[in-house]
């Protein structure tokens, strides 16, 4: 083999490990760029939560009756046989020879799950499991024999050939009130002006671990250090290799070996410059994500207030508390970016409120009862964007102050966003029955 195929071949295995310690420092960077959110604050985009399962009517386990919102279970039986082969000795004699073999074999396996609730201390949030990566906990794990009422009772009736009489049945599930960390897609209820987390085929990633996200993020690390190490280890010795196959008697020739090493650090740290840029990027764009939900809201008010005023006109023309309310609603017609020029925006359903309270005439006008009702759905929706933003904002500009991120963001021109202000935006809890 000549050196330079040698070198080649050196230097595709060290791109595959690059290549390899780049997707788990992606996986990792994911997890670590994204701010948690509290369940209050989710509304739309990537999301991060922790908090502990909670359902209305929980699953009960089928190996270990435990009341859960996800469970796993296989059912494996123990084979052996034995073989009789034949082969040919290096003198071409004819032999026989006997070898035991065995195994376990799955004889049955199932899995159950339901749309349940994730729950912190500010309310709790709809979690629709399907398609997620799950990582859940041991909840069963034992080896029966036939004598054990276990083995018939929840294995099937029939055994395999050649079966030793062993089964072992082992459950995974997440139980009831266990504390999970979800990372998802969220996206708006049809039925509620709340959110729910879901598969989205768009998402990088939908998980659903009773890891913490500490664990979950040291193990990327530590597969990205693995196959970076590995990468240098690789390109270091095809670079030795190189030099020796092309050294002339004593003298060795170290250039290869540098040239190799040196261009895998050069490749990491483009690679980490390259990572750190998207991801302060991606950040930017989750901000002006995160603005375009509540911009569109916003809007959507907008379009309410005109009606609102003029069903408000044509009750109290002359009253002052009236002008007032009509100013009020007027100035809040725009929307406008946190940081710039335009009206400070606020809830304006308890300012309707107190019309209904002094006006008693409005609540006969089934119009206006229509209108209020739509208003105050829109300020939950409000309310869910407003808090996603601040906390989206809040993350990135932390991102931009740190060493070393805020030199990414000095070459990627980032500036700070600023937070959105608005107050007395109305937000409903959601309302449900949880299991105890």
Request: aromatic share 10%.
């Amino acid at each position: 083999m000549s050196p330079l195929i040698a070198a080649l071949i050196g230097g595709l295995l060290a791109a595959g490990c690059l290549i390899g310690s780049l997707i788990n420092l992606r996986r990792k960077r994911i997890i670590d760029d994204l701010p948690t959110s509290k369940s209050q604050g989710v509304f739309i985009g990537l999301t991060e939560l922790k908090g502990t399962a909670e359902s209305e009517s929980p699953l009960t386990s089928y190996l270990a009756g435990v009341r859960c919102v996800q469970y796993a279970w296989h059912i494996d039986e123990h084979w052996s046989r034995t073989v009789v082969e034949t082969y040919r000795d290096a003198q071409g004699h004819t032999h026989t020879r006997t070898r035991t073999e065995s195994g376990w074999k799955t004889v049955a396996k199932g899995d159950e799950s339901i749309p349940f609730y994730l729950k912190d201390d500010t309310g709790v949030v709809r979690i629709i499991p399907e398609k997620a990566k799950i990582q859940n906990d041991k909840t069963f794990d034992e080896t029966a024999g036939r004598d054990d009422s276990l083995y018939f009772g929840k294995g099937p009736f029939n055994e395999i050939p050649n079966s030793t009489h062993r089964r072992r049945f082992r459950e995974d599930a997440i139980p009831l009130h266990s504390s999970l960390y979800i990372l998802g897609q969220a996206h708006e209820r049809q039925d509620m002006a709340a959110a729910e987390i879901a598969y989205d085929k768009n998402s990088p990633v939908f998980m659903i671990s009773m890891r913490s996200e500490k664990q979950i993020s040291a193990g990327y690390g530590r597969w990205f250090w693995f196959w970076m190490v590995l990468g240098l280890c690789v390109a270091a010795g095809s670079g030795a290799a190189w030099a020796l196959m092309t050294s002339f008697g004593t003298v060795l020739r170290w250039q290869p070996f540098v040239i190799m090493a040196v261009g895998y650090l050069v490749a990491v740290l483009i690679v980490w410059i390259w990572t750190t840029y998207n991801s302060l990027i991606g950040l930017s764009h989750r901000v002006e994500q995160a603005w375009s939900q509540v911009d569109i809201q916003l809007k959507r008010r907008h379009d309410l207030i005109p009606n609102i005023v003029g069903v408000v006109e044509g009750y109290r023309r002359h009253e002052s508390e009236i002008q007032v309310a009509l100013t009020e609603l007027r100035s809040q017609a725009e929307a406008t970016p946190p940081g710039m020029k335009g009206p400070d925006f606020k809830g304006l359903a308890p300012l309707l409120r107190i019309l209904v309270e002094r006006y008693p005439d409005l609540k006969a006008s089934d119009l206006f009862l229509k209108l209020q009702e739509t208003l105050i759905d829109t300020e939950q929706r409000i309310a869910l964007a407003r808090d996603y933003f601040n906390e989206v904002a809040t993350f990135y500009n932390t991102r931009l102050a740190i060493i070393p991120d805020r030199y990414a963001a000095a070459i990627a021109r980032l500036k700070p966003r600023t937070l959105m202000g608005a107050s007395d935006f109305e937000r409903a809890p959601v309302k449900v029955n949880l299991a105890e």
